[in-house]
């Protein structure tokens, strides 16, 4: 499976919706999406991962430089993700320190800490 | 004793055909299904690893990857061919268990530090003739520009965080991953234990 992608908006935050595979393949193809966002001024991002079959570190990679930039501009990026093997090589990097991981895209939208 | 072995061009869309690949043996071989997912994700970082020592350092020269199922065992090795040093400051290139608690510490340090002033002069120089605010990036233009701010060794810690036996041994000429699973499904192994259920 390829990667997909799609944005909508949810309130003041842009949401990005992920699916497929997440590597070393795909991986450039959702960094230019976040900088993308990044450029039009959408700097509070939800990333809905919950389409996502698989991530490796080279995913991790281009989500931390999301979460940089956005930061850059006082912004956030938060993740939607329920899926035990994808939330298992967040505990395994230690990134669940970093991200923000929320059980759904309502809950990532209303967060405010 | 079956083997597979699978050499390919290092690019990054074959990473993808090597994990399918190591998946459906892994699963012949009687592996659990929890464990499939460690596979499809230990032998991905071995092989995107590989492909970026590769792209830097010998673009032509195809990776190897091997297969082995012994019954009891499911083995992958993963070689590159990349010099010992490639990895300066990452995981510890030898014949010893990786140690990858380093690692992944510099990962979440790097991943909370604002980003380096490289990154801002960059930014700012790609843009230079478009004269807006200087906080642009160019576009991604390898594999390895996907990794960013990540430290290097960040691959063979993931893969030390979830395969119990893994080996990276280390050569004037390249490294060979080896990562090896319990094969404690439906194979021989359980008739021969007699843990048949």
Not at chain 1, 89 to 107: A, C, D, N, Q, W
Not at chain 2, 65 to 83: G, I, K, S, Y
Not at chain 2, 151 to 166: Q, T
């Amino acid at each position: 499976m390829d990667l997909s992608l799609s944005t909508r908006p949810a309130g003041d935050r842009t949401v990005v919706v992920v699916g497929g595979e997440i590597d070393v393949y795909t991986a450039p193809k959702l960094r230019e999406q976040l900088v993308e966002l990044v450029s039009n001024g959408d700097y509070h991002l939800v990333v809905d991962m919950e389409g996502v079959d698989f991530l490796d570190s080279t995913g991790l990679g281009v989500l931390v430089g999301g979460l940089k930039r956005v930061r850059a501009h006082d912004g956030s990026l938060r993740l939607v993700c329920t899926q035990e093997r994808i939330l298992k090589i967040f505990r395994i990097t230690g990134l669940t320190k970093v991200f923000p991981i929320h059980s759904s895209v309502e809950e990532a939208a209303a967060a405010t800490d | 004793m079956a083997t597979l072995q699978v050499r390919f061009s290092p690019l990054p869309a074959h990473v993808r055909t090597a994990r399918l690949i190591a998946t459906a043996l892994a699963r012949r071989s009687g592996i659990a299904e929890d464990t499939v997912d460690e596979v499809r994700l230990a032998v991905g970082e071995a092989c995107s690893r590989a492909v970026e020592l590769h792209q830097q350092h010998c673009p032509d020269v195809p990776v190897s990857m091997t297969l082995n199922d012994d019954d009891r065992h499911f083995e992958v090795r993963v070689r590159d061919c990349a010099p010992a040093d490639a990895e300066v400051a990452g995981a510890p290139i030898g014949t010893e268990a990786v140690d990858s608690e380093a690692v992944l510490t510099a990962l979440a340090d790097t991943a909370l530090a604002p980003a380096p002033p490289a990154e801002a002069s960059v930014a700012s120089a790609s843009v230079a003739s478009a004269s807006v605010a200087p906080r642009r990036d160019s576009p991604p233009t390898s594999a390895e520009s996907a990794r960013e701010w990540f430290p290097p060794g960040v691959s063979l810690a993931v893969i030390s965080g979830i395969v119990d036996e893994v080996d990276v041994e280390s050569t004037s000429s390249g490294a060979t991953v080896r990562m090896r699973w319990l094969a404690n499904g439906t194979g021989d192994f359980a008739q021969e234990s007699g843990v048949v259920g």
